[in-house]
């Protein structure tokens, strides 16, 4: 079974206008938040065998932090310029051409934004979730038996946690 972890990068600055977009840093609200998820995923057992980022220095930042919580190797982690706001199609892509690591469990994370991750999770899960919310992160089973197969539809949410939810992760079973 593969495992897909869509999250959303964390609050991020709007404090000097002069930085382009793709240069925006986390706010503080986002180094709060980020530790915080990536603890919760700890707890929760989660331990990626990949983990990709959008070049967005929010969204690499997120997942930097993300991935010492987690154990990750920060050198491990992959910068794919397709996930700077990218539509749910050209996410399909994206998840598509991943690698299959191994033949047991594969556990992989994006790192991204809205509106297309959310649109994405939607189409991929057959949901209906109005907003994946700053540093929000939805957990998806994938019935593929390789990347390269996954389609609409195909997954089942697991799972689907944000800063400000608390407490444990609404679960699907």
């Known amino acids: 079974m593969k495992r897909l972890l869509l999250i959303r990068h964390a609050k991020s600055s709007w404090e000097d206008s002069t930085l382009a977009d793709l240069e925006r840093p986390l706010n503080a609200r986002g180094l709060r938040a980020a530790p915080q998820m990536g603890k ?19 969204a690499s930042a997120t997942c930097s932090i993300l991935a010492e919580k987690l154990g990750f190797a920060a050198t491990k982690i992959q910068t794919e310029p397709r996930l700077y706001h990218a539509s749910e199609e050209q996410l399909l892509e994206v998840v598509r051409a991943i690698p299959d690591l191994n ?8 790192v991204g934004h809205n509106p297309g991750l959310t ?12 907003n994946i919310p ?3 992160v ?7 038996s390789s990347w390269a197969e996954t389609t609409w539809g195909c997954g089942k949410m697991v799972s689907f946690d944000f800063p400000k939810k608390g407490g444990q992760p609404s679960t699907q079973t």
Do not use: K
């Open 119 to 130: 649109e994405f999770a939607n189409r991929l899960l057959g949901e209906h979730l109005q």
């Open 134 to 136: 700053t540093c929000g």
């Open 40 to 58: 919760r995923l700890r707890e929760r057992n989660i331990h990626p065998d990949l983990m990709i980022t959008s070049p967005a220095i929010r």
């Open 138 to 144: 939805v957990e998806a089973a994938i019935s593929a």
């Open 103 to 110: 033949d047991s469990e594969e556990i992989v994370v994006l």
